[in-house]
């Protein structure tokens, strides 16, 4: 398993917290640091069976002054994240080819 974690972010610690006390040591991604390609990208979003928009965290600062009220198209989204991973919803679990928020962290049993 892999997951896309973000250290100062509670859920993510949750969720990794939770992975770990169920057996599991996962791949840990710092998205923030490592940021995913656009590739990459289009490769989470299609295990997590959405479109990109839904992958965009609303309450983030960056998304208020620059795509609030925006029609992107999906491929402007991606690279938006790409630009601005603040952006990504946290965490993202990878679990061969289907992915899941942990947002709440229990999303994440269908994995344990």
């Not at 992107?72 to 061969?96: F, T």
Request: glycine content about 4%; hydrophobic content about 35%; charged content about 35%.
């Amino acid at each position: 398993m892999k997951i896309y974690h973000n250290p100062r972010c509670s859920k993510s610690r949750q969720t990794l917290k939770m992975l770990q006390e169920n057996g599991v040591d996962p791949e840990i991604v710092k998205y923030l640091e490592d940021v995913p390609t656009a590739n990459e990208l289009k490769e989470l979003i299609n295990k997590l069976g959405i479109k990109p928009e839904a992958l965009v965290r609303k309450t983030e600062k960056i998304y208020k002054e620059k795509f609030k009220g925006k029609d992107l198209s999906d491929e402007e989204w991606i690279q938006a994240m790409v630009e601005y991973p603040k952006l990504i919803q946290r965490p993202i679990v990878v679990k061969g080819n289907k992915a899941v928020l942990g947002r709440p962290p229990e999303n994440v049993k269908e994995f344990l």
